[in-house]
């Protein structure tokens, strides 16, 4: 099997509820470890940033039925590339408070003190997730 990863950006298109999230977050533990997917989820303020890993075809059609799910608006496609093997390997779905982020690492990768895939690069994004995880502010979901 050939592994891929997707790294993606959108809005939410309405505010949502700490519910909401959870049910979306309870979607992804339901159904990616069947599928063989595995990544994380950031959410702040409206934005979602999600890196999914696991087989191309299995990738590509989750990431087509997150871009005609009504809950997300400017779907877009952040790189998207075959790796050797996963970042995110024993993570179902991480899930990341980015109240809890101290605002120089987020200067560190933009030009501002918040999270916005849509103003840097992919590989900077990337960066950003990486060093979450590394430093815990990243939370595994059971």
């Known amino acids: ?5 997707c790294l993606y950006a959108s809005r939410a298109a309405k505010p949502l509820s700490p519910h909401a999230l959870d049910v979306i977050l309870k979607q992804c533990l339901k159904n990616n470890p069947g599928s063989g997917i595995t990544g994380l989820l950031c959410f702040a303020d409206d934005i979602f940033v999600q890196v999914i890993e696991g087989g191309r075809d299995q990738v590509c059609e989750l990431f087509n039925t997150i871009v005609r799910d009504d809950r997300h608006l400017d779907v877009r496609l952040l790189a998207f590339e075959e790796i050797a093997e996963r970042r995110f390997g024993s993570w179902t779905m991480g899930q990341v408070n ?3 982020i101290n605002p120089g690492l987020l200067l560190k ?8 895939p849509f103003t840097c690069s992919a590989g900077a994004t990337m960066a950003l997730l990486d060093e979450l995880v590394a430093t815990g502010a990243i939370s595994q979901l059971q």
Do not use: C, G, H, P
């Open 1 to 5: 099997m050939m592994l891929v990863r």
């Open 98 to 100: 980015i109240d809890n």
């Open 109 to 116: 990768y933009s030009e501002k003190a918040e999270l916005n």
